[in-house]
C-alpha cells in the first residue's frame, strides 16, 4: 500500500513537472533559434522581367579621355600653364583665382557633346537643347556631363539614346544614376563591372557611328541593419563621396582639388594640391557612403559601326524588357510571431494538458488499488 502512494506521489507531481520543464526547455530553445534566425535577416529574391516604363535608365557620362584634351590650352597660356603642369597640381600659374581659371578652361556641354536625344516607345524624342537631362560632373578626366531622362520620360519607356561628338577623344561612361564617380563604374575603379566605351579618332578624325545593344538589371534591396543602403530615391553616391571628400580635405590639408562641388578653396601650393589629388583618389577608392538600395547594372553588346566623316555618334538602343531583381525578407516579424505562438501553443498548452491528465488518470487507479 506504501509503495502505491509513493508511485501516487510520483505521478502526480515528479513527472508532470518534469514533463513541463521539458516542455518549457524545448520552447525556449526553439524560440532562441527562431529569435537568431530574426537577427540575421535572411534575404531572399524574388526575379521578374518587367517592361522599362518606370524603371531606371542608366546615365550616359561622357568624358574627354584623358585630361589634356578636355582644356583650353589658350586658356591655361593665360595664367602661364600648360595642360601637363595643371594635371600635376599647379591648379593657379600666374593668375589668382584658381576657380576662375578652372571654370573657364574646361570644356563646355555643347564643346564636347554637339547632340544628344533620347527617345521613347511613342517616338517622342527629347529637345536636344533641353538643359534639363544632364549635368556637369567634376572627374580626373576634367569636365564630364552626365546624361539621363527625367522621371516624366522614363515613365514612357526608353528605347533608345543618341549622343554625337566632333570631339576626337572621348569616353563613355554607363553607370546607375549618381555613381559615376563613385560605383563599380567609377573612373579609375578598375572594375570588371565598369562599362567605358573609349573612342579615339587621331591627328585627322575618322568618326564612325556605332551602334550598341544595351541590357541592364534593375536590383532593389532592402535596407537592413546587416546590409545598410540609402532608400532616398535622390540619393547621390557621388555627392556624398564629394561632400565628405571636401570635408576631409579643408582638415586635413586647408584646400581642397577643383574637381569637387566647392571650389571656393583650391589648393595654391602644389605641394598641398599633390596631396588633396592622393586624398581624393583615396578616399574614392574606399567610399564610406552606402550604397543605393535601388541601382543597376548595365551591359552593352556591339551590334555594327560605319564609317561617319562629321562626327562621332553613339546609338544606345534598349528592347524594353529589363530584369529586376527584389529583395525581401525571408522570415519578417510577423513569420517570428507564428511561429514562436505555435511552439508555446503546441508545447506549453495542449502537450502539457493532456499528459498531466494521462498522469493523474494512472495515479488516480493506483490509489484505488
Known amino acids: 500500500m506504501k509503495s502505491n502512494k ?22 525556449a530553445i526553439k524560440i532562441t533559434d527562431c529569435m537568431r534566425k530574426y537577427i540575421g535577416e535572411p534575404i531572399a529574391n524574388t526575379v521578374t522581367i518587367e517592361d522599362n516604363e518606370g524603371l531606371p535608365f542608366p546615365t550616359v557620362t561622357i568624358c574627354p579621355n584623358w585630361f589634356g584634351s578636355g582644356t583650353k590650352p589658350k586658356e591655361l597660356k593665360k595664367c602661364d600653364l600648360k595642360g601637363s603642369e595643371y594635371e600635376q597640381g599647379n591648379w593657379i600659374g600666374n593668375c ?23 527617345i521613347t516607345k511613342d517616338g517622342n524624342e527629347t529637345n536636344k537643347n533641353d538643359s534639363s537631362n544632364y549635368e556637369a560632373i567634376d572627374s580626373l578626366y576634367g569636365r564630364c556631363y552626365s546624361i539621363f531622362p527625367r522621371e516624366n520620360i522614363l515613365k514612357q519607356g526608353i528605347v533608345q539614346l543618341k549622343v554625337k561628338s566632333e570631339h576626337q577623344h572621348v569616353l563613355v561612361h554607363i553607370s546607375s544614376t549618381g555613381e559615376f564617380l563613385t560605383g563599380k563604374y567609377g573612373p579609375g575603379l578598375d572594375q570588371k563591372s565598369t562599362i567605358l566605351l573609349e573612342f579615339t579618332h587621331g591627328e585627322t578624325p575618322s568618326y564612325k557611328t556605332h551602334y550598341e545593344t544595351l541590357v541592364y538589371e534593375v536590383f532593389e534591396e532592402l535596407n537592413t541593419e546587416n546590409h545598410p543602403c540609402n532608400e532616398s530615391i535622390n540619393y547621390s553616391k557621388d555627392i556624398c563621396f564629394l561632400e565628405k571628400l571636401h570635408e576631409e580635405s579643408i582638415k586635413q590639408i586647408g584646400c581642397t ?32 557612403c552606402l550604397n543605393p538600395c535601388k541601382y543597376l547594372v548595365p551591359q552593352t553588346y556591339f551590334t555594327y559601326q560605319k564609317k561617319n566623316n562629321n562626327r562621332f555618334q553613339l546609338y544606345l538602343s534598349n528592347n524594353g524588357a529589363i530584369k529586376v531583381t527584389r529583395s525581401e525578407l525571408a522570415y519578417d516579424t510577423l513569420t517570428l510571431l ?4 505555435g511552439y508555446v501553443g503546441l508545447f506549453l498548452g495542449v502537450a502539457i494538458v493532456h499528459v498531466k491528465e494521462l498522469f493523474q488518470m494512472l495515479a488516480f487507479k493506483l490509489k484505488m488499488e
Not at 508532470?16 to 524545448?26: D, K
Not at 583665382?97 to 536625344?117: C, H
Not at 507564428?338 to 505562438?341: Q, V
Request: net charge positive.
Open 338 to 341: 507564428a511561429d514562436i505562438g
Open 6 to 27: 509513493f508511485a501516487y506521489h510520483i505521478l502526480h507531481t515528479f513527472i508532470p513537472a518534469l514533463i513541463s520543464i521539458a516542455c518549457f526547455g524545448f520552447v
Open 257 to 288: 582639388t577643383p574637381y569637387g562641388l566647392n571650389k571656393s578653396m583650391i589648393c595654391k601650393d602644389t605641394e598641398k594640391a599633390q596631396k588633396a589629388l592622393k586624398l581624393f583618389a583615396r578616399m574614392q577608392r574606399n567610399s564610406s
Open 96 to 118: 589668382s583665382d584658381p576657380e576662375l581659371l578652372y571654370n573657364s578652361m574646361v570644356l563646355g556641354f555643347d564643346e564636347l557633346v554637339s547632340n544628344r536625344a533620347i
